[in-house]
């Protein structure tokens, strides 16, 4: 879109004669320096000095400068000016950052909520380098990209690509968004938008505290622990919070920011998981000593950044690492997919060419006689994978990735490796299940078409996003013929759906509920999960790509009811799971679904002994005996009162009765709430699919809540249980926060054509991934790119891979000592207690290195210290040369 024009600033009030109309400010007459150099240089010279000029300032409008600077972002992104509280923020932002932060540079723009692009970041030092990248000669390193031959007869052997295949495909589709939002329409009033545009900047500032925090705090890992503000790497230690969030930065405006992140993108090496590199083989620069010297050895001059001492490290010589497993699913919805994403907002290549060599790396995990991929993989491997158990999320959910590199590249290898995968599912799965086209959450792929197919089926977690890209993927396909197939199996999914796992909540008095549930061992089980919540989503933006309007009625309905979990809590946020009492089956129940609270205290009343049948109470287990053989009611264990005749001293007992659950209504709960994203995301597409304005409203409650919640100072924290008054946290940000719930909440707040559903089509991470065939990557003009910025060395490993690789020999290495007492009573040591993070020995890794011990599991000491016998020191022997010997410390040849 494009930008809007700078303010004209204020004229100047001021006489005319100390005004100089050339220099354009106030000066004496003759002042100006073009009068001077009129006046004393001659004509010839003026033009010299005159072309010069005019170069050195071309040169320098065309050098964007340091990382610090900042071109003018768009207009959709801009301040609105002031730090003033907001209305409904009370309380969220005491510890907001201060206009002048310690430590760091001025701010870009008054108003900014971001210091200058900055990091904490521990280097490694030079002299540490040898010990990373210190490699096996000669080793072969494994081939990259799919190349063993599936099983003659397989259906992968078997399988040919279709014939015609389009980069950008010539089919339409329909527009999605709300028609009121067009150019020139007038869909909310001066007000209205000045009070959303508030509301986007509490987003802005709620993102830029947690950015901060992982900044500060875990920068180079993939996420950080909020609460104890340390680094966590749980995918793979590439940096998921910084490549998750790459299309976040640039929608709200952080360029200086998504700059900063470039160097990572280019240096991250992708053959290093979590320390352990599964290409190549290594060889320690040590591997000349004898291995039998220890650290009594040595004195403490001999010690080095990492601990201990060079001489104490033992001869290491090993191969590459076959047990990574590295993750496929998540690898790519997070990593390809936010390279894809960003790219398509910036134009950036860095990101491209990363995301080839990413997904010649995840095209192994395709080397299955189905075609199908697996979960894990060990990418060094050539060897054909066998599928056993899968989820239908894991191998149906490439598809919109895959596509969209082959639209961006121009090689359709990778079109082919999703529509062989989504071809086997049509004609090998689907026909398989007792629901068809309805597919169990876990199944077996391979076995034969007569096989019957059994399971549970549900739309939320291990299904989700298979059912989310078929709908989707037609929208990338552009309606084209490759299309249909996938419009074909959503639709007859949807219908099947509503028949099978739709079903209404009766339960709570005055409430539309309608929840997608669980269909299992066939009884359906009225429940709502939070990932289910993303239904209303993909049902609205089925319903208008395919004029489906029962679908759209479903929606709304559906996300109401999702809004309504978060509402009824008393923290305002949504639980994970929420199981209804069941209507249909009382029995299952176990008890009563209502409960007598006294109007007086607010406590439970029960009936008197003499008003229930005790056995029948005992046997529906509503009523207990304690060990004394009392009488308790099951509930809240207060003893069964004798019967008074509903009477006290005082009088009559004063009561109501309300529905049981918190939620009310809710039979089960698994409470925890880790800041997801699905219902916000339906809350967004339902205010741009119908332009009402009530879910901007119920969206900004549920942002209120989340910080007055969640906020804390390392960032947005994970939350035990969110039903209770008395919460407490669980220390646990996921990258996720950053690349979809905060930018659902941004763009709900934002004009609705700032990334317009009828041009990107999101990913189920939120990236987007581009559909209109007149737009270009980069065309939003979101990136200001800095000329010649410097990046590192490609693939050479980012500093955060580095220490956690240096903490991965450095155990390795290590001799093994006997211990007599104490030790680690957990993974990582700490005595198994929360929070407790093992410390590597003295002296300790520079501040942001993100500590390399903690990368391996049970190295702490846990409580109290190990005891040594101490072993006496060994005569002094001349150093010896030792052939090298690979050793394969893995536990199997191929994963």
């Known amino acids: 879109m494009a930008y809007e024009q700078p303010d004209t600033p204020p004229s100047r009030s001021m006489p005319l004669s100390k005004y100089d109309p050339e220099s354009g400010l106030p000066g004496l007459p003759g002042a100006s320096p073009t009068r001077i150099m009129r006046r004393y240089v001659a004509r010839r010279g003026r033009l010299i000095v005159g072309l010069v000029t005019i170069v050195v300032v071309a040169i320098y409008y065309l050098d964007l400068g340091p990382p610090g600077r900042v071109m003018r972002p768009p207009s959709w992104s801009q301040d609105t000016g002031g730090r003033e509280e907001l209305q409904g923020l009370e309380g969220i932002w005491e510890d907001e950052p201060p206009e002048e932060p310690q ?37 072969p390193k494994p081939a990259v990209g799919a190349k063993t031959l599936p099983s003659e007869g397989s259906f992968a052997a078997r399988w040919s690509a279709p014939d015609t295949w389009e980069a950008r495909p010539a089919g339409t589709v329909k527009k999605v968004q709300w028609g009121g939002f067009e150019e ?9 938008r000045q009070v959303r545009m508030e509301r986007r900047e509490a987003v802005r500032r709620g993102f830029a505290h947690a950015w901060q925090a992982y900044k500060d705090h875990a920068w180079g890992h993939d996420e950080v622990k909020p609460v ?96 990574t497993g590295l993750a496929v699913f998540e690898t790519g919805i997070r990593y390809l997919g936010g390279m894809l994403g960003a790219y398509d907002l910036s134009g950036d290549e860095l990101l491209v060419d990363r995301a080839v060599e990413l997904a010649e790396i995840l095209s192994k995990a395709f080397n299955t006689d189905s075609g199908l991929p697996v979960g894990r993989i060990d990418p060094g491997s050539d060897s054909l994978l066998r599928l056993g158990q899968v989820s239908i999320a894991e191998v149906g959910s490439m598809t919109l990735e895959l596509v969209r590199l082959s639209q961006v590249t121009g090689d359709r290898k990778w079109f082919d490796f999703a529509q062989r995968a989504m071809d086997y599912i049509e004609q090998r799965v689907i026909p398989r299940g007792t629901y068809e086209p309805l597919i169990p959450l876990w199944f077996m792929p391979d076995q034969a078409l007569e096989t019957p197919m059994n399971g549970v089926l549900a739309f939320g977690g291990l299904a989700d996003s298979y059912y989310e890209y078929l709908i989707k993927a037609y929208k990338l396909l552009g309606g084209s013929s490759a299309a249909e197939q996938y419009s074909r199996i959503y639709e007859r999914s949807i219908d099947r759906a509503r028949k099978t ?103 439970p009343h029960h009936p008197f002994h003499g008003r229930i049948d005790v056995d029948e109470e005992i046997e529906a287990k509503r009523v207990n005996r304690d060990r004394n053989d009392v009488l308790r009611w099951a509930g809240d264990g207060t ?133 209109n065939p007149d737009m270009v990557p980069g065309s939003s003009g979101l990136w200001n790119p800095i000329r010649n910025q410097h990046l590192g060395s490609r693939g050479a490993g980012t500093d955060a891979q580095k220490w956690v690789r240096l903490g991965v020999l450095d155990a390795l290495a290590r001799p093994r000592r006997p211990v007599a007492q104490g030790g680690g009573k957990g993974m990582g040591g700490g005595g198994g207690r929360p929070g407790v993070r093992p410390q590597p020995p003295m002296p300790a890794v520079p501040a942001g290195a993100g500590v390399a011990a903690a990368a391996q599991k049970g190295g702490g000491q846990g409580e109290g210290k190990a005891q040594v016998k101490p072993r006496p020191k060994p005569k002094p022997k001349e150093k010896e040369t030792e052939p090298i010997e690979l050793v394969d410390l893995n536990e199997e040849d191929d994963y």
């Open 103 to 139: 430590g760091t540079a001025p701010r870009d723009r008054p108003g900014d909520p971001l210091p200058r692009a900055q990091t904490s970041i521990g280097l490694v030092p030079p002299e540490k380098m040898d010990q990373i990248y210190y490699v096996v000669p000669d080793e």
């Open 228 to 323: 104890s503000r340390q680094p966590s790497d749980p995918f793979n230690n590439w940096g998921a919070s910084i490549i998750d969030t790459l299309d976040t930065i640039l929608l709200m405006g952080f360029n200086d920011e998504y700059n900063l992140c470039r160097p990572h993108i280019n240096q991250l090496n992708f053959h290093w998981v979590n320390g352990r590199d599964w290409a190549e083989g290594y060889v320690s620069p040590n591997h000349g000593t004898k291995a039998d010297q220890t650290d009594d050895d040595n004195d403490d001059d001999d010690s080095d950044a990492s601990g201990g001492s060079e001489k104490e490290r033992l001869p290491l010589a090993i191969s590459r690492d076959r047990t």
């Open 501 to 603: 796992i739709y079903l209404d909540i009766d339960v709570v008095p005055g409430r539309d509920l309608l929840a997608i549930g669980k269909l299992e061992n066939g009884r359906l089980i009225p429940e709502i999960e939070h990932l289910t919540c993303f239904a209303g989503a993909m049902l609205g933006l089925g319903a208008r790509l395919l004029d489906r309007k029962t679908d759209l009625r479903d929606a709304e309905r559906f996300t109401q009811s999702c809004y309504w979990l978060s509402a009824a809590t008393p923290t305002g946020l949504q639980p994970e799971v929420v199981e209804f009492f069941d209507m249909e089956n009382p029995a299952i129940n176990g008890g009563s679904m209502y409960e007598n609270i006294t109007l007086e205290e607010g406590f």
């Open 184 to 192: 020139g329409k007038k869909w909310e009033t001066a007000p209205q």
């Open 639 to 771: 003893p069964v009162e004798p019967d008074d005749g509903g009477r006290t001293e005082e009088g009559p007992v004063e009561y109501y009765s309300r529905l049981r659950g918190s939620p009310p209504g809710a039979r089960k709960v698994v409470g925890r709430g880790i800041n997801r994203p699905e219902t916000i995301e339906s809350i967004f597409y339902m205010f741009r699919l119908t332009g009402d304005r009530k879910w901007q409203e119920k969206g900004w409650k549920m942002f209120v809540s989340w910080m007055e919640v969640a906020k804390v100072p390392g960032g947005i924290s994970s939350v035990h249980d969110v039903t209770r008054d008395d919460y407490v946290y669980s220390d646990n940000m996921e990258s996720f926060a950053f690349a979809e719930t905060f930018k659902y909440h941004f763009l709900l707040q934002s004009d609705p054509d700032v990334l317009s559903l009828d041009d990107y089509v999101l990913n189920t991470e939120a990236h987007p991934l581009l559909t």
